[in-house]
């Protein structure tokens, strides 16, 4: 990124959330990890989807 794009991601109110997932893709690229099936994950998934939408309507209708 150059500076610009440094400074309008810093700006961005998610990037704290965008730099956590950015590291745990990262972690989850261990060779050899298991890391049991997506199924296991479903209930995080869900919860963080269903917050993402909640915020996502709350900007909407502000």
Not at 33 to 43: I, K, T, Y
Request: aromatic share 4%.
């Amino acid at each position: 990124m150059d500076r610009s794009e440094v400074r309008a991601f810093e700006a961005d109110p998610e990037a704290a959330t965008a730099v956590v997932l950015r590291r745990a893709d990262d972690t989850g690229k261990v060779v050899g990890l298991d890391a049991g099936v997506m199924e296991d994950r479903r209930p995080v998934l869900e919860r963080v989807a269903a917050g993402e939408f909640a915020r996502t309507t709350a900007r909407r209708t502000g």
